[in-house]
């Protein structure tokens, strides 16, 4: 079955420490995003990449980064300097809409939830 | 700046008919889309509209108008499963990678 597959699903991190967040899709989808939920909060964008070796910043880059080194790839860390890393996070794929009134349909990982202790 | 608008929660019965408005304001349009979100999962897509109307997809449709910024989901024939939290999302650049999220509706869905 095609999909996204986010890992881990649950992850503890100590204050002062890096993660990563796995976040693989075969779908063949050449665009990929990573959002951050909070409770009472819509998904806010963090990065995106709409193709291999090119990403651009989303509305909350700060304390993240990414890599896109490969098509089903794109794998996220929350570093020390994220503040508030507690949060649930969602990666999705798409491809790019077909014509100008196309939908471009983002689907999405099952998350990984991150507390930081 | 961004703003869009929906109810944080609604209550409904099995079998009833709920409309979820969701407002927006936004420095660029290019379609809206519903998702619906289970707690814990993945959301999943449900529909899209980019012209004004009514999009039907069996017990569930989408309307649009723009020249209002308003869209609303409208689910018919409640049943349990239904039990979700409803997002509103506006892409808001043509290349349709810039998407603003509303905060979502949650919805309960009682016997």
């Known amino acids: 079955d095609g999909g996204i597959t986010q890992s881990p699903k649950y992850l503890f991190r100590k204050e002062g420490q890096n993660v990563t967040l796995s976040c693989e899709q075969n779908?063949?989808?050449?665009?990929m995003y990573w959002y951050r939920q909070d409770p009472g909060q819509g998904l806010r964008l963090i990065y995106y990449?709409?193709?291999?070796?090119?990403?651009q910043k989303g509305d909350i880059a700060e304390g993240y980064s990414v890599s896109r080194e490969k098509k089903e790839s794109f794998p996220l860390t929350v570093t020390s300097a994220q503040k508030n890393p507690t949060a649930f996070y969602l990666c999705?794929?798409?491809?790019?809409?077909?014509?100008?009134?196309?939908?471009?349909?983002?689907?999405f990982g099952a998350g990984s939830r991150l507390t930081v202790l | 700046g961004q703003n869009i608008d929906q109810p944080t929660e609604m209550t409904a019965t099995e079998g009833a008919i709920v409309q979820i408005n969701c407002t927006y304001q936004t420095s660029g349009f290019n379609g809206l889309f519903w998702y619906q979100q289970h707690a814990g999962e993945a959301p999943t897509f449900l529909s899209y509209?980019?012209?004004?109307g009514l999009e039907e997809k069996g017990r569930f449709s989408s309307f649009l108008s723009r020249s209002k910024g308003y869209s609303y989901l409208l689910l018919k024939e409640l049943q349990m499963k239904d039990s979700a939290s409803y997002l509103c999302?506006?892409?808001?650049?043509?290349?349709?990678?810039?998407?603003?999220f509303g905060k979502g509706t949650t919805l309960s869905v009682s016997s």
């Open positions: 779908l063949n989808h050449d665009a």
């Open positions: 999302a506006v892409i808001i650049n043509q290349a349709g990678t810039a998407l603003i």
């Open positions: 990449s709409q193709i291999v070796n090119d990403f």
């Open positions: 509209n980019v012209l004004d």
């Open positions: 999705a794929s798409s491809m790019p809409p077909a014509g100008l009134s196309g939908a471009n349909v983002l689907t």
